[in-house]
């Protein structure tokens, strides 16, 4: 069993496995297994925004739903909050969205390479994990990869490669190359957590590639169906 693998059990086991997972709950597993992600505070429902607020602005705030739903479909994402007013403006806004078990409040990540990391368990397959340039590449080309999990460093490579847009990681136009080790660890970690036995669905869109790393923006996961 790998180091990621029993770390998910772990986690599981002070977590308990009902329900779905709201978004800070999957970081603070990814956190665990060594993944990078904005720094973060949870408002549960109900709650006020904590004065002074801890984190610099500026903020994102985004409603903590269950599942993979679409939190922007939902009106459940607000961009470039400056100030404590639109932060309490923002929060009580996004708490009026029924489903919502409360906010999520974080630094706002800086630009970089966008890419998707995600996995599923096939029916007829088994565990798969993807990998995807992000933005107009996986929107209007479908620019995905697939490969059956788990991943070594070598399979890694190859599906990251798989993908047209792979280029554009060795750095285009003026633009630097990303951090590849970094990039190549998140696809290995998705791709064991996939290939647990535990995880039925896991979606990392967008992770945010720059030369000295990567950050998952965003984050949702399920359980396998018992």
């Known amino acids: 069993m790998g180091v990621t693998t029993e770390t998910l059990r772990q986690f599981l086991a002070v977590r308990g496995n009902g329900g779905a997972f709201l978004e800070h709950e999957v970081k603070r597993l990814l956190r665990l297994v060594g993944m990078a992600v904005p720094a973060g505070i ?80 096939d029916p007829q397959f088994g565990p798969i994990v993807m990998f995807g340039l992000g933005g107009l590449f996986v929107e209007l080309f479908r ?9 070594d460093r070598a399979g890694a490579g190859r599906l990251v490669a798989a993908t047209r847009g792979a280029r554009l990681l060795c750095g285009y136009r003026g633009q630097p190359p990303v951090g590849m080790e970094p990039l190549l660890s998140v696809v290995m970690t998705v791709s064991e957590l996939i290939g647990s036995g535990l995880i039925g669905e896991i979606d990392l869109n967008p992770v945010e590639l720059y030369p000295d790393g990567a950050l998952v923006v965003d984050a949702k996961m399920q359980l396998l169906p018992q």
């Open 143 to 151: 620019d995905v990869a697939f490969a059956m999990a788990p991943l």
């Open 42 to 121: 949870f408002i549960p429902a109900g709650e006020t925004v904590p004065v002074p607020f801890p984190l610099p602005f500026p903020l994102v705030a985004k409603a903590a739903l269950p599942g993979v739903s679409s939190k922007s479909d939902l009106g459940g994402v607000r961009l470039g909050i400056r100030d404590a007013a639109g932060l309490s403006a923002a929060v009580a806004d996004i708490g009026k969205i029924p489903a919502a078990a409360g906010v999520l409040v974080e630094e706002m990540a800086r630009p970089g390479v966008e890419v998707i990391v995600g996995g599923t368990v």
